[in-house]
Each structure stands twice: as structure tokens, then as C-alpha cells.
């Protein structure tokens, strides 16, 4: 297309206003298109424009532990665009240029910065969820154009809700007892340092993950008290060994559009952990607790396909909902 121009607004305040509002100047309302200026790794923020028309932007994001294949990867994110070919390639074309100079060996997205935050394009979508990814349809197509590559598989899975026998479940517990388990709920009157704590182990229990970032107790804290208000302990169960270490987790919460819809957020185990089956014994944990508190069907959420939670989540039969490409481009 002719007339295509590129301008930086990473620190233009006027800017920053077209970038935040774009998704709603092109119809795109249903999108999750969040925008965030204070991500620590965020480097620029374009917006793509013919004349007075804004039809693109995109965020870049130089993450020092962002490697892919051994190399420097560039994270494009805060991604938006009209379907539009040619307006797309010059998108594209720009960031390309941007992280070369960031010395980038490799661009990958969508990505807002890091695995915490808002990554991924849906490619199949039979039901959308609360925290779900959406992008426009045509978002995967103007990457493969490009020629951006799928380097992630992922998908969210859907599991109905039916009886199991809870003195199994008993039996499992007390085993894990007799290890020195100790399983409790969180402590919600406590929940500052209960996130601190999460977030310690996060960062040992998914440090082997694909792009994994380490993140700061205070982000995590941060990103997570926006949930609190939808937290019910019922639905997040925390294993600890007896020296009070923690050795696995699971946090779920109640789709606030539909309250017989639990969605888990988070299934991990610490590595080497000497409760062997305790994912599977936290899944279940979920479905009991669940149906009697009316809970119909548990989506397993976003995860990459052939970890732990796969595991978990087809031993409980759960039927396959949504599926997500990560991207890469090299340079």
C-alpha cells in the first residue's frame, strides 16, 4: 500500500491515546487487545498510519531472558491491525527493522513481553473463556504471510464435571499425609505473602518451561491482586512439605459470566517432588470440591501441548475446546 508511515509513541502521551484506542477505531471491541506502558521490557510502541488513518500498531519488547534455540528473541506484542495484506507486511517489515537493531536474532509473537503476560493467537475457537487469548480470525493468517512460523502449540481443553469416588480421594490424601504433605487452601486474610510466595514458586517450578522469565514477587503481586476479588479457596490448594517449602499448586477461579464454569488457571509441581501423581490427585481434588458447589464443566487452560497439565488433563477425559500458535520469524 502507498502512503504507509511508521511513528514511535513510547513516550508520547497523545500517542500512546491513538495506540490504546485503536482496537476500538477498527470495530474491535470483542478483542483482548490489552496495552500495558509499564511492562519492564517494553522498548517501543508503533503506530502504523496513511495519512491521517491509524490501520496498525505493535509493541517490541527486548527481554534479556526471552531465548529461543540459543538465540536473542525480540517479543512483538500489543499487536492490532486492520486485515489488510500489504498493510500488514509494511507492519511487519518495520519490526523487523527495530529488533535487528536490538540485535534480535529472532522475533516471536504475539507476545507481550514475557509468558506472564498476553501471548499467543487463537487458531480454533470453540468456546471463548474468561482470561482466554482472542485475536481476530484473520490475525494468523497476516503472520503466516509474512512468514512467521508456528515455534508453540497450545490448547485449552474442557472437562464435564461427574462423581468420583471421593474415599479415593481420601485414600490419595492420607498418602500424601503419611509423606508429609500438607494440603490446605489459601489463606485469603494472608494473601500478600501467599502471592509471594506463589510467585517463589513459580519461578522454580516452570524455570525448564519454553520461554520461561523469571518474575519479580512484586509483578506477580501486582498481576494477580486483580484477580483476588474472584479468588474463592475452595478452588486454589497449595501442597507444602513439612519444612513449609511448597511442592505444588493449584489455582482455579469461577468464570465470572458463568458460575457453573470453573476455570483452572494454574496446575505445577515443584521438580523432583516426592509426591509422585500429585497433579492428577489436584485435578481430581477440583472435580469433587466442584460438583458440590455446582460447578458443571472445568476448562484447563492455555496450556502448551505435551507438558504436565496435558498430562493431567487427559487422564480426567477432558475434550479439547480451543486451540493457539506462538510464532517466530528469524532475522
Not at 484506542?21 to 517494553?42: E, K
Not at 502504523?48 to 528473541?73: C, E, H, M, W
Not at 513439612?242 to 464454569?261: E, H, S, Y
Request: aromatic residues 12%.
Amino acid at each position: 500500500m502507498d502512503n504507509l508511515a511508521w511513528t514511535s509513541v513510547r513516550f508520547d502521551i497523545e500517542g500512546q491515546m491513538s495506540f490504546a484506542s485503536l482496537p476500538t477505531a477498527l470495530g474491535l471491541l470483542d478483542y483482548s487487545l490489552d496495552v500495558d506502558f509499564s511492562h519492564p521490557y517494553l522498548v517501543d510502541c508503533v503506530l502504523i498510519t496513511q495519512g491521517n488513518r491509524v490501520l496498525g500498531r505493535f509493541a517490541l519488547y527486548d527481554n534479556p531472558y526471552l531465548i529461543y534455540d540459543k538465540s536473542n528473541a525480540i517479543a512483538i506484542g500489543m499487536f492490532c491491525c486492520v486485515n489488510n495484506k500489504g498493510v500488514a507486511e509494511y507492519l511487519f517489515g518495520v519490526a523487523k527493522q527495530l529488533s535487528k537493531a536490538l540485535q534480535g536474532k529472532i522475533l516471536i509473537g504475539p507476545m507481550n513481553g514475557s509468558t506472564w503476560d498476553n501471548y499467543r493467537v487463537n487458531t480454533l475457537v470453540e468456546s471463548h473463556f474468561f482470561l482466554d487469548v482472542s485475536h481476530p480470525d484473520y490475525t494468523n493468517q497476516l503472520f503466516n504471510s509474512f512468514g512467521f512460523e508456528s515455534i508453540a502449540e497450545y490448547q485449552s481443553n474442557c472437562v464435564q464435571v461427574s462423581d468420583y469416588d471421593s474415599s479415593q480421594l481420601n485414600q490419595m490424601e492420607q498418602y500424601y499425609a503419611n509423606l508429609g504433605g500438607i494440603i490446605r487452601q489459601i489463606n485469603l486474610e494472608n494473601m500478600l505473602e501467599e502471592f509471594k510466595a506463589i510467585a517463589r514458586f513459580c519461578n522454580i517450578a516452570f524455570a525448564k518451561n519454553l520461554l520461561f522469565t523469571p518474575i519479580k514477587e512484586e509483578r506477580f503481586v501486582t498481576m494477580y491482586s486483580k484477580l483476588a476479588p474472584l479468588i474463592d479457596p475452595n478452588f486454589v490448594w497449595i501442597v507444602e512439605d513439612v519444612t513449609g517449602q511448597m511442592q505444588a499448586l493449584v489455582f482455579a477461579i469461577v468464570d465470572p459470566k458463568n458460575d457453573t464454569t470453573l476455570i483452572l488457571k494454574t496446575i505445577a509441581v515443584k521438580p523432583n517432588s516426592p509426591y509422585k501423581g500429585i497433579a492428577t490427585f489436584l485435578s481430581r481434588k477440583l472435580m469433587v470440591v466442584g460438583k458440590q458447589r455446582g460447578i458443571q464443566q472445568i476448562i484447563h487452560a492455555l496450556f502448551i501441548k505435551d507438558n504436565l497439565s496435558d498430562k493431567a488433563s487427559q487422564r480426567i477425559k477432558a475434550k479439547p475446546l480451543n486451540t493457539y500458535t506462538l510464532y517466530g520469524l528469524n532475522l
